[in-house]
């Protein structure tokens, strides 16, 4: 853990959540979170693919067990009721 903040610098990553006990209010979770914000999905895919990143990986993967998943965010103007009409376009045309 001490060598990650380094990795993540070059790539403006930063820590959103790292760990604290989750509370779950429906379904159940296995574990603890961590979640790292980039400015877009290529630069957390350029952070993963990094030889800093690559360097320490299985310090992690070692010692942990999870996954790593890479999602585009959504912005601060997304409105779910666009997503909504679009999927249900989307499935109506069978796209889905």
Same mark, same amino acid.
């Given at each position: 853990?001490?060598?990650?903040?380094?990795?993540l610098?070059?790539? /403006?990553g $930063?820590?959103?959540?790292?760990?604290?006990p989750?509370?779950? @209010? !429906?379904?159940?979770? +296995?574990?603890?979170?961590?979640?790292?914000?980039?400015?877009?999905?290529?630069?957390?895919?350029?952070?993963?693919?990094?030889?800093?990143?690559?360097?320490i990986? /299985?310090? $992690?993967?070692?010692?942990?067990?999870?996954?790593?998943?890479? @999602? !585009?965010g959504?912005? +601060?103007?997304?409105?779910?009721?666009e997503?909504?009409?679009?999927?249900?376009?989307?499935?109506?045309?069978?796209?889905?």
């Amino acid at each position: 853990m001490e060598r990650i903040q380094d990795t993540l610098d070059p790539f /403006q990553g $930063r820590f959103l959540v790292h760990g604290p006990p989750a509370e779950v @209010v !429906e379904g159940t979770w +296995p574990g603890i979170m961590v979640l790292i914000e980039f400015p877009d999905l290529a630069a957390a895919r350029a952070w993963y693919a990094s030889a800093a990143y690559q360097e320490i990986l /299985q310090l $992690r993967s070692d010692h942990i067990d999870g996954d790593v998943v890479l @999602v !585009e965010g959504v912005g +601060p103007d997304y409105d779910p009721r666009e997503r909504s009409a679009i999927l249900r376009v989307q499935m109506t045309e069978g796209q889905v």
